[in-house]
C-alpha cells in the first residue's frame, strides 16, 4: 500500500509539478451566494476590462474551455430541502449553483470557488482540496446558528407581536412555530461540519492521489451568507439604528469559534466575505449597518491576525448595476399600468392589452438601449441579491478571498 501511496505521490509530482506536501484543505460555506449563480456564459464579459483579463486567461485553457485544475479538488454538499448531495472532483466551472440539478456532475454556474482554488493552486503549488457546503435561503440565526450561540430567542418585536396573530408573517400556531424553531436551528451548521469531517476522515475519496503520509492541514474557511438575515425584519427590527444587526456579529463570533472548536483548529485562518449587492452606491442606513455587523467580528482582539473581512461591494459590476436599475423601472412601469396605478397612464383602465404592450415596448426602448441589452447579455445572469450573476464579480471575490487567507498563512509562518 506504501508502494502505491509512494508512486502516486511521484506520478502526481512527474505530471503537475506539484512536490509532495500535506494536503491544504480549506472550507467553503454560506448560502446562495457561495453555492454560486453566475452562468460561465458571462466569462467572456471578465475579459472587457484590462484589469481583469488576466483572471480569465487563468479560468481558461488553450482550447478556450475552463481550466481543470490537476492539484485541485473539491468536495461540493449542497441541495434543496431535505435533498442534499456531494458532488466531487477536480476543480473546474460548474461547481456553483446545482438548483434543479440532480448533483452527478457540475453544472454551468460558478461561484467564489473556482478561482479561489485557481489562486491558491498559483500561489501554493501544492495539493489542494476545497470542501464546499453551501445552500440558497439559509440564515445565520436559525439555519447556520452554531451550539456556543445557544438556543434561538425571539426578539423584541416577535415577543410583543407573535402572540397576537396579527398575519404579516406572524405564525397563526405560535406553539408549533416554536417546535418547529427549535427543529430548523443549527441544522445546516450541523451538516456542514459532519460533511467536512466524513471528507476529513478519508482525504483519499475524494482527492485520490492523497498521500496519507503527508497527511493534511486544515489551511482555511472562507464565509459568504448574510441576504437572509439582512432582510428579516422580525429577528432584526430595530430599523434605521446603526446597531441594528449587533446581533449577526455575535452570532457570526460563536459560528468561528464553534467551527475551529468543532474541527480542532483553533487558529484555523478565516476570512468573511461582507455583503456587496448593491455596490459600493448602495449607502442605505440598513446595508452599512449590516455590512459593518459582517466585519464586526475580524475587529475583536481574539480575532486579531487570524479572522479578515473581505468587503465586496467594491468587485459588484456598476455599470451592469446601472442597467439593473433601469429593468426595475421597466418592471414596475408594467406593473403600474396591470394595476391601474393612479399614477400611471392607466390610471381608469383605459388602456387595451395591444395599447398597454405598445406602451411598454416604446417605455422599455426609450429606457434601455441597444448597447444596454448586448452588455446585459454578455454580463449578467441573475437577480440583484445574487450579484447579477456576473462571473466576472464571483472570479474577484474568491482570488480576493483567497489573497486574504494566503495573507493570514504567510502570517503564521
Known sequence: MKRTVALLSILLLA???VEAKPLKIFILAGQSNMEGPASIATFDYIGDDPATAPLLKMMRGADGKPTVCDNVWISYLTGAGEKN??????????????????????????????????????????????????????SLHTDFRSPSAGPYQMSSFQLENYPKQEG???????AQWKVDKVKETGVYYRLMVEHVKKVLADPKQVYPAYDAAQGYELAG????????????????????????????????????????????????????????????????????????????????PEFKGNVVAVQTA????????????????????????????????NADG?????????????????????????LWKRGASNAGYHYLGCAKTFALMGDAFAKANLTMMQASH
Open 85 to 138: 448531495f456531494d458532488l466531487s472532483g477536480k476543480l473546474t466551472a460548474g461547481y456553483g449553483s446545482l438548483w434543479g440539478q440532480d448533483g452527478t456532475k457540475p453544472g454551468d454556474k460558478i461561484g467564489p470557488e473556482f478561482t479561489f482554488g485557481l489562486t491558491m493552486s498559483a500561489a501554493l503549488k501544492e495539493p489542494i482540496l476545497i470542501i464546499k457546503a453551501a445552500w440558497g435561503g439559509k
Open 221 to 300: 474557511f472562507a464565509w459568504l451568507q448574510g441576504f437572509n438575515d439582512m432582510v428579516d425584519s422580525h429577528v432584526y427590527p430595530n430599523h434605521n439604528k446603526p446597531d441594528r444587526f449587533n446581533l449577526y456579529s455575535d452570532l457570526l463570533g460563536h459560528f468561528i469559534r464553534d467551527v475551529r472548536k468543532d474541527l480542532a483548529a483553533p487558529k484555523l485562518p478565516f476570512v468573511i466575505g461582507v455583503m456587496g449587492v448593491g455596490g459600493l452606491k448602495d449607502d442605505s442606513v440598513g446595508m452599512l449597518a449590516f455590512r459593518q455587523a459582517m466585519a464586526a467580528p475580524a475587529a475583536l
Open 350 to 374: 383605459h388602456m387595451t392589452d395591444d395599447e398597454k404592450k405598445e406602451h411598454m415596448k416604446k417605455f422599455e426602448a426609450d429606457l434601455i438601449s441597444s448597447q444596454d441589452v448586448a
Open 15 to 17: 505530471a503537475t509539478g
Open 314 to 345: 467594491p468587485l459588484w459590476s456598476a455599470e451592469l448595476g446601472a442597467i439593473a436599475e433601469k429593468r426595475e423601472k421597466v418592471n414596475n412601469e408594467k406593473h403600474a399600468i396591470d394595476s391601474k396605478n393612479k399614477n400611471s397612464v
Open 168 to 174: 404579516h408573517g406572524i405564525p397563526k400556531d405560535l
